[in-house]
Every structure is written in C-alpha cells, then in structure tokens.
C-alpha cells in the first residue's frame, strides 16, 4: 500500500525458525517526540475550553448515541530528531497552536468537536461524514498548516461503522491509522484499513503479547482477508503457540493467494518438520527456495534437513549458501563440519568447526566434534582432550558430550576416567553400554 506515492516499510524477519514479514515499531518511536509541559500550557493558554483525555471522550460519545455514521481524525505535529533546539521547539509550539486553530475554524458547527486524547494528539469527530471524506479534510488541514508555519502533521483517520467496532473504539482505531501514517514520513495521512491492524499486531507481538496480536491479525483479516503478510503473520503466532494445524491453515491460504509467497512455503516446511513429517517439510523448503531470493532460513533448513536423511553432500550445498549470507553464525558452521565429517572430509570438517568457535566460544558442540574428530585422527591429542573437557563443561547434561570424552579417554588408556564418563553419557540417556561392559570386562580379567 502507498500514500501519497511512499511504500511502506518491511522487513523480514525470523523468530524460532518461522519467517515473517515485520513493520518496524522502532520507526514510530522515532516519529514521536514525547509534548512537554511546556508545549501543553502554551496550548491551554490559547484554548482554555478545549477538552482532553477521558472527559472528551464521555463528553463526545454522549453526543454520538444518536450518531449512526461518524469519523474521527488523529493528529500529531510532526517531530524533529531528538537533539532539537530551543529555536526548533519554539517552531513545533508554534505549530501546535496553528494547527489547534485551524481544527477550531475546521469543525465550526456544534456537531463536529475537537480536543487532546494526550499531549500532543489531537482529535477531531465529524458526524455524517465517512472515512473518504474525512481523508480530504485531513489533507486540506495540512494544507493550511503547512502555508502558515513550516511544521507539518500527521494524520489517521478512522470511520464508523466499521465490521464489530463499537464507537468507543474508532478513536483508538484513528490511532492506530496515525502509527500507519507515521510509517510513510511526516506530511502523511492514512485511513484505518487492515494495514492499520497488522501494524498494531505487529508491535503487541514486539512486545510478546502473541495473544493480543492474533486478535488484531484476526481483524485484520475481517478487513481484507486476501492479505497475504497477515495471514503469514498469523500462522507464524499459531505456530509459537504450538497450534501447528491452524498455522498451517493460514501459510496455505497465503500461499494460494500468492503462489511466489516463499515464506508461506518456508514457513509450511517448517511445520511439516516440526511435525516430524520431515520428507514434505524438504518438499516445500526446495519449492521456497526456488520462489525467493537467497534467504538464510531456507538455505539453513534445507541443507540441515538433508543432513538428518543422510544426505550430507546436499546438505553442503545449502549450508555453504548459509554460510556466505550470514558468515558469522557459528551454527551454521558447525553443521557444515557435521557435513564434511559425515561425508568423509576431516581437513574442511575441522576448519569449518574451527570457525564455529570462533564465532562462539561457549559452542560446545563443535568443540566436542573437533576434539572428537582430532582422536579419530589420533592427532593432537591434549588439545583434543581440552576441548571435550571444554564442552562437558559447557554442557554437562549433554551425554554424548561426555560419551566422546570417555572415547578419548579410552584410546589414550586413561580407563578409569573413561568408564566414569561412559557411566554419566548412560545416565544422561546416550547408550554406553557396550563401551562400559568392554572396560568392565578388562578390568574383572586383569584381576
């Protein structure tokens, strides 16, 4: 969606693996500037009357019982950066009592009000008009703003009725078209659409509130239900909540809607492989990579599939790609040493773990793979034995941590200390036995 020609502003995103698309609640934190004081008595000083906060809102819906068609506008003087001066504050005061004034001329007749939900968000109630209407005066009022100061508003504007809205609600529902309009610069104005709520959820879902973020999807939806980006939003909140047919209700709808929608494909891959149905989970991270650019996600979960079905010279081929997008995750390095190792390349398996702890010294199991690997070369064997001493440390709850120490201490005849490791990887759930019965056996034969 554009306004006044600007597109907004996306990013994508990945929480536990899922892929979604984000607005980023940041950008309207910057668009914001908290009103002092200050700005709210030299307001008050010029419009004494004007009324603000709960009292308006009883004081407007008492006069809207009888209303069957009204919008409400929401306004904000557009803020500077933070370091502003003295000058520019005097200039945003400034504005704020233009734009009051104008409101006042605007809504000149006993049915339209106007006041302060807080400092510094205006409102203004126009009964018998729709939210078209409203629009244009929204931009006739930045008009005059901007011929007589050189400050300029932002403004949303919402309309009733609207789907289960209770008139109450239109005035939060203006908000959230402000934070809409926020999105595209200072100047704009948008009308309260599902765009509107996706920003919304899209902040309580920042904020981890899964729950009311669904909500506001939901509503979105009953607004526009072809809305591909909710419907994958969607998904993505029921799959956080482990409501894994639900979620992939909404990927397939997003993806029926647009069919070049990778992570709605993706996103149904990770389903299926979190459902353990790991053959159609391949089937769909192929068919999203093939759709989308070169996204780390798919790259990684694809090649890390292939690994878990013994493919390990295809699961290098996406890992490496994983590698290149994001060079600095130790995870990935560390299934790419798992792949070399796997399909008999101890020189990069060792690099490529190398590089792991590099990028993460607490990675205990590439340092218990590398330290396993060196045994199995019977090369460098006390750096070897440092780094499973290193991971059992890190992990201690890791059994086959401790299974790789015990072999390392077996081959470096240390059986004493072997067995006692073997016996820990057994307790922790890793099979040993064969290996504490061999030592047991030696041990009962040496006597």
């Given at each position: 969606?554009?306004?006044?020609?600007?597109?907004?502003?996306?990013?994508?995103?990945?929480?536990?693996?899922?892929?979604?698309?984000?607005?980023?609640?940041?950008?309207?934190?910057?668009?914001?500037?908290?009103?002092?004081?200050?700005?709210?008595?030299?307001?008050?000083?010029?419009?004494?009357?004007?009324?603000?906060?709960?009292?308006?809102?009883?004081?407007?819906?008492?006069?809207?019982?009888?209303?069957?068609?009204?919008?409400?506008?929401?306004?904000?003087?557009d803020s500077e950066a933070q370091h502003e001066k003295d000058p520019a504050e005097a200039a945003m005061m400034e504005g704020q009592r233009e734009l009051a004034a104008i409101l006042a001329m605007v809504c000149d007749t006993e049915k339209d009000q106007w006041g302060m939900l807080e400092p510094g968000l205006f409102v203004a109630i126009f009964p018998d008009k729709n939210d078209s209407q409203c629009l244009k005066?929204?931009?006739?009022?930045?008009?005059?703003?901007?011929?007589?100061?050189?400050?300029?508003?932002?403004?949303?504007?919402?309309?009733?009725?609207?789907?289960?809205?209770?008139?109450?609600?239109?005035?939060?529902?203006?908000?959230?078209?402000?934070?809409?309009?926020?999105?595209?610069?200072?100047?704009?104005?948008?009308?309260?659409?599902?765009?509107?709520?996706?920003?919304?959820?899209?902040?309580?879902?920042?904020?981890?509130?899964?729950?009311?973020?669904?909500?506001?999807?939901?509503?979105?939806?009953?607004?526009?239900?072809?809305?591909?980006?909710?419907?994958?939003?969607?998904?993505?909140?029921?799959?956080?909540?482990?409501?894994?047919?639900?979620?992939?209700?909404?990927?397939?709808?997003?993806?029926?809607?647009?069919?070049?929608?990778?992570?709605?494909?993706?996103?149904?891959?990770?389903?299926?492989?979190?459902?353990?149905?790991?053959?159609?989970?391949?089937?769909?991270?192929?068919?999203?990579?093939?759709?989308?650019?070169?996204?780390?996600?798919?790259?990684?979960?694809?090649?890390?599939?292939?690994?878990?079905?013994?493919?390990?010279?295809?699961?290098?081929?996406?890992?490496?790609?994983?590698?290149?997008?994001?060079?600095?995750?130790?995870?990935?390095?560390?299934?790419?040493?798992?792949?070399?190792?796997?399909?008999?390349?101890?020189?990069?398996?060792?690099?490529?773990?190398?590089?792991?702890?590099?990028?993460?010294?607490?990675?205990?199991?590439?340092?218990?793979?590398?330290?396993?690997?060196?045994?199995?070369?019977?090369?460098?064997?006390?750096?070897?034995?440092?780094?499973?001493?290193?991971?059992?440390?890190?992990?201690?709850?890791?059994?086959?941590?401790?299974?790789?120490?015990?072999?390392?201490?077996?081959?470096?005849?240390?059986?004493?200390?072997?067995?006692?490791?073997?016996?820990?990887?057994?307790?922790?759930?890793?099979?040993?036995?064969?290996?504490?019965?061999?030592?047991?056996?030696?041990?009962?034969?040496?006597?």
């Open positions: 969606m554009t306004v006044k020609g600007k597109k907004l502003f996306r990013r994508q995103e990945s929480i536990r693996h899922f892929l979604f698309s984000s607005t980023d609640p940041g950008r309207l934190e910057k668009a914001k500037r908290p009103i002092s004081n200050v700005f709210d008595k030299a307001l008050q000083s010029g419009f004494p009357e004007v009324p603000s906060g709960s009292r308006f809102i009883e004081q407007i819906l008492q006069q809207l019982n009888v209303v069957t068609c009204f919008s409400a506008l929401a306004a904000r003087i005066l929204a931009h006739g009022i930045q008009k005059k703003l901007a011929a007589k100061t050189r400050r300029t508003a932002t403004m949303g504007v919402a309309g009733y009725p609207s789907i289960t809205y209770q008139k109450k609600q239109i005035f939060e529902n203006a908000r959230k078209a402000l934070d809409h309009a926020a999105f595209f610069g200072p100047d704009s104005a948008a009308v309260f659409d599902a765009v509107s709520l996706n920003i919304s959820g899209d902040k309580l879902y920042e904020k981890g509130n899964i729950a009311g973020a669904i909500a506001e999807f939901k509503m979105a939806l009953a607004l526009d239900d072809a809305n591909v980006n909710v419907h994958n939003s969607l998904g993505v909140c029921y799959g956080l909540q482990g409501k894994y047919e639900q979620a992939m209700e909404e990927f397939k709808t997003a993806a029926s809607i647009d069919g070049d929608e990778y992570m709605a494909l993706y996103n149904q891959g990770l389903v299926n492989k979190l459902t353990d149905r790991r053959r159609q989970a391949l089937e769909f991270f192929l068919k999203a990579g093939k759709r989308g650019a070169a996204v780390f996600e798919i790259a990684f979960q694809t090649g890390k599939l292939y690994l878990e079905l013994e493919n390990p010279e295809k699961a290098a081929t996406f890992l490496e790609q994983a590698a290149e997008l994001e060079p600095r995750s130790s995870t990935v390095f560390r299934y790419l040493g798992d792949c070399y190792e796997a399909g008999g390349r101890p020189e990069p398996a060792i690099a490529a773990y190398t590089k792991a702890i590099r990028q993460n010294p607490q990675d205990a199991a590439s340092m218990s793979a590398l330290g396993h690997l060196f045994d199995s070369r019977r090369e460098n064997p006390e750096i070897a034995l440092m780094f499973c001493h290193e991971s059992v440390a890190l992990e201690p709850e890791n059994g086959l941590l401790h299974y790789r120490l015990g072999r390392l201490y077996e081959h470096q005849n240390q059986m004493a200390q072997a067995l006692k490791e073997f016996k820990k990887a057994e307790r922790l759930g890793h099979d040993a036995s064969e290996s504490i019965s061999k030592i047991e056996g030696r041990q009962k034969a040496a006597k």
